[in-house]
């Protein structure tokens, strides 16, 4: 069995990992760590729970000295909340794998300029293994530090890669539109989550300043081997799940849609969780599941294409990634735990 640490266990992403993993037939839960809810059973903070897991959730300073209990420890924290916690658990030779953001920048002045944070740990900035199964299994597989990928760049990144590495595109002409549900916002007290703030409505946030632009381009600008930078928006919809990414870029000569879907076909046929399809993506039907649906088009007036992508975030934009990157670093199937059939309604 693999015995594994969560700390943030309590927020949606936490949740949703904690759920998964009590299902994972080769997986013991060793401990929950909670800020908010330090000694309460975690089938007290979601009822959902009751019968399944009633673990008392623990606080930080306790989490810090079971780290030697453990094998694999996830982190969902906020951002540079994570950066102990790896340096420890690197020190010690325990596998991490975080959630957050501390570990998924290569360039240590990134997170001065769009997180406002000193990174303490630069060094383990090249230890880090960005968790996109997609792009990075073999180098997943033989890590000890995994960053698991920002929901907003999973969609995005899945989205665009074939056409950036495959130097299709105007790289100078990505534009990425996405739309995201409230709990991409995290389970905190915040005016602009609130229902009444948010149902009814639509807002772009984070425009030319959102925190996963650097992300995206770090991760199109390796695939595409040149310096690409982008104009990324994101915006809030209504609804509780789910990542609609619509990605635009001008092709560098007259492509047909049948030759473009058979390149995605052809580049993702060894990717269990990406399905190509001709319909267009829906978020709902990827709810509750691992998958990333692609498909697009083709504006012959223009020639452009338009990508679109779909993820429910908290599962293949955090806990079900982070699942899948766990499998893959105890050679175990990748899609064990996460063979999971979306949820329509």
Request: net charge neutral; proline share 4%; aromatic share 8%.
């Amino acid at each position: 069995m693999i015995n594994v640490g969560i700390i943030g266990a309590t927020g949606y992403s936490g949740t949703e990992l904690t759920r998964l993993l009590y299902s994972h037939p080769d997986v013991n839960i060793d401990f929950l760590c909670s800020n908010s809810y330090v000694g309460e059973p975690f089938c007290d903070v979601y009822s959902g729970f009751k019968n399944f897991i009633d673990k008392k959730c623990i606080n930080i300073h306790e989490a810090f000295e079971r780290l030697n209990d453990i094998d694999v420890l996830f982190t969902a924290l906020p951002s540079g909340k994570a950066l102990e916690f790896g340096k420890k658990a690197m020190d010690i030779g325990v596998k991490l794998i975080d959630i957050g953001s501390d570990f998924r920048l290569k360039d240590k002045s990134l997170y001065k300029e769009w997180y406002k944070l000193e990174h303490t740990y630069p060094d383990l900035l090249s230890k880090a293994v960005y968790g996109l199964p997609e792009i990075n299994k073999e180098e997943i597989k033989k890590a000890n530090l995994v960053a698991n990928p920002g929901c907003y760049p999973t969609a995005s990144s899945l989205a665009l890669i074939p056409l950036v590495k495959n130097h299709i595109i105007d790289t100078s002409s990505i534009i990425i539109d996405a739309k995201s549900g409230v709990s991409g916002a995290g389970r905190k007290a915040a005016t602009g989550n609130l229902f009444v703030e948010c149902n009814e409505s639509i807002k772009a946030y984070g425009v030319t300043t959102h925190r996963h632009t650097p992300e995206i381009e770090q991760t199109l600008s390796t695939m595409a081997k040149e310096d690409i930078k982008l104009t990324f928006t994101p915006h809030l919809v209504p609804m509780n799940r789910g990542i609609l990414a619509v990605c635009y870029a001008t092709l560098n000569k007259k492509y047909k849609l049948e030759d473009l879907l058979n390149l995605y076909r052809d580049f993702y046929k060894d990717s269990c969780f990406v399905r190509v399809t001709e319909e267009l993506p829906e978020t709902r039907f990827v709810k509750d599941s691992n998958f990333c649906d692609i498909s697009l088009r083709i504006d012959h007036r223009t020639n452009k294409v338009i990508v679109i992508s779909a993820i429910d975030n908290l599962i293949k934009g955090a806990a079900g990634q982070a699942i899948q990157n766990m499998n893959l670093m105890f050679g175990i199937e990748e899609t064990k735990a996460l063979e999971l059939i979306p949820i329509f309604a």
